[in-house]
């Protein structure tokens, strides 16, 4: 999948289960690998009707996500004859790994995925800061959650604002925090790229919370999100 894969179960935990199913999504979904089915849609070679009925789902919900997002998460953001899903895939690819965990009956596990989490049980968690590599923007305790967080920080520009082409301004990092990580990477992807304009977006969503950080180190955090924050600072009160 391109980037760091962790799995953290407090018990046995069926570790060997959940990396095949990552890999075997890499090898549907791979941008980057020649026979998946992604590289042959892309190629022409391959309908997206007749692929796999996974990359099918997938792909339905890519649409959906782009027509609730205004454009704004577009996995044909690129280019309309580049098709890339990756921004749904990774977390799609985790929510289906943690219900592998699920089933299995482990009770508390922590999947990251390039930084992003799916959580089962109570757990604390740092947000990187931005710009300042040695500290975190914010601490949460959150218990059966996922958290999603884009910026530039890590991979550099590499999200653009669809309808103009242009990598937004005035935001450094969007953070989304609710029960699905593969629509909280959306919605992430997707605020960031509305620059400015994501907070009053992220502000309606219906249950999924957000913290977007602007340029001069301005926060702009939902009710819930602050609950999050609460709820760790008294945490750490407690253990001090």
């Not at 199913?21 to 009707?49: A, C, H, M």
């Not at 009770?107 to 300042?132: C, K, N, Y």
Request: proline letters at 6%.
């Amino acid at each position: 999948m391109g980037m760091p894969v962790l799995v953290e179960a407090r018990g046995p935990a069926p570790f060997d289960a959940v990396f095949n199913w990552l890999r075997f999504v890499d090898g549907l979904f791979s941008t980057y690998k020649d026979e998946s089915q992604i590289s042959r849609i892309n190629r022409g070679e391959l309908e997206p009707s007749r692929a796999h009925p996974l990359v099918r789902d997938v792909l339905e919900r890519c649409e959906e996500l782009r027509e609730e997002t205004s454009g704004y998460f577009d996995a044909r953001a690129t280019s309309p004859h580049w098709l890339d899903p990756s921004g749904l895939v990774k977390g799609w690819a985790v929510d289906r790994a943690a219900a592998i965990l699920d089933e299995a009956r482990v009770a508390e596990f922590a999947i990251s995925a390039g930084g992003d989490m799916r959580l089962r049980g109570t757990w604390r968690v740092g947000i990187q800061h931005p710009h300042e590599r040695d500290k975190i923007a914010a601490a949460l305790e959150v218990t059966d959650l996922a958290i999603a967080t884009s910026g530039e920080y890590a991979r550099g520009t590499h999200v653009y604002d669809p309808h103009t082409g242009q990598p937004p301004t005035g935001v450094l990092s969007v953070t989304i925090a609710g029960p699905e990580l593969a629509t909280a990477d959306a919605y992430a992807t997707a605020a960031f790229a509305m620059g400015m304009a994501g907070p009053d977006w992220t502000a309606r969503l219906d249950g999924y919370e957000a913290m977007t950080i602007l340029t001069g180190d301005v926060v702009v955090t939902s009710p819930g999100f602050r609950r999050l924050q609460s709820a760790a600072a008294r945490a750490i009160s407690s253990v001090g």
